[in-house]
């Protein structure tokens, strides 16, 4: 089979452990050059030197997605690195699980910009390249908490469903010029669950995470797949999720 990845230059955010470490590592080696992002400096600079030292390419940056200068600077640095950029994948995001009447502003907030305004940020960073190359590959991680709407998650559902329409509309502007992919995720092993405030809901996400979670790679493998393709192949939406997720 062609390998359509290798030489592609790919930004990931949230690169610094769980699936965007696993996204980043399977990429590269299938010879794509790749530009970590994350807020913890340490973390991605092990995914990067860990690539490195395997044969592959990596390069990382600090980056806050909740700053929109953050983005504007990693994108022009995967530039200024590899010459240009293929594929933007806004992996970044945040759970803070809360039934309504908690009133949670300050979760509900933390989503909205990370999880929306953070992709939108990433989205605009990307755009101006894509136009500039007449091609290109957004690539944002939902999540199957909207496709199955269950109670303390309504707004984490919000706002993956409010990228789910962003989406949509984004590959129907694109004309051919871009690509547009959502992967929705189930139960993934990772730290994700560990950055939810609500103690019992955080025990018990991750005690259904710990019987039914499946490796992050297998979601890097749907990242690859929808990057696989032919250039005139726009893979629009794909779930993964354990066989045993209700």
């Given at each position: 089979?062609?390998?359509?990845?290798?030489?592609?230059?790919?930004?990931?955010?949230?690169?610094?452990?769980?699936?965007?470490?696993?996204?980043?590592?399977?990429?590269?080696?299938?010879?794509?050059?790749?530009?970590?992002g994350a807020r913890r400096t340490e973390n991605i600079r092990m995914v990067a030197d860990t690539i490195n030292h395997s044969g592959g390419q990596a390069a990382?940056?600090?980056?806050?997605?909740?700053?929109?200068?953050?983005?504007?600077?990693?994108?022009?640095?995967?530039?200024?690195?590899?010459?240009?950029l293929d594929v933007m994948i806004n992996n970044a995001g945040i759970a803070q699980l809360q039934r309504m009447e908690e009133v949670d502003i300050s979760g509900w907030e933390q989503m909205i910009d990370v999880n929306i305004k953070g992709t939108l940020y990433g989205i605009a960073a990307a755009m101006p390249e894509f136009l500039k190359n007449g091609s290109g590959h957004f690539i944002n991680i939902?999540?199957?908490?909207?496709?199955?709407?269950?109670?303390?998650?309504?707004?984490y559902a919000g706002t993956k469903n409010a990228v789910r329409t962003i989406n949509e509309a984004l590959r129907?502007?694109?004309?051919?010029?871009?690509?547009?992919?959502?992967?929705?995720?189930?139960?993934?092993?990772?730290?994700?669950?560990?950055?939810?405030?609500?103690e019992a809901i955080r025990s018990a996400s991750q005690a259904t995470a710990d019987k039914i979670a499946?490796?992050?790679k297998a979601i890097a493998e749907a990242v690859a797949y929808a990057i696989g393709q032919p250039d005139i192949v726009d893979v629009g939406d794909i779930v993964v999720r354990p066989t045993v997720q209700g």
């Open positions: 089979m062609e390998n359509r990845i290798a030489g592609k230059v790919i930004v990931v955010t949230g690169a610094g452990s769980g699936i965007g470490k696993a996204t980043a590592e399977l990429l590269a080696g299938l010879g794509a050059k790749v530009v970590l990382f940056l600090a980056t806050d997605i909740i700053q929109k200068e953050d983005l504007n600077a990693l994108v022009g640095f995967a530039i200024k690195q590899f010459g240009r939902l999540s199957t908490a909207g496709i199955a709407i269950v109670p303390a998650m309504g707004v129907q502007e694109s004309e051919g010029r871009w690509r547009v992919t959502g992967i929705s995720p189930g139960f993934v092993a990772s730290e994700f669950v560990s950055n939810i405030k609500n499946i490796p992050a």
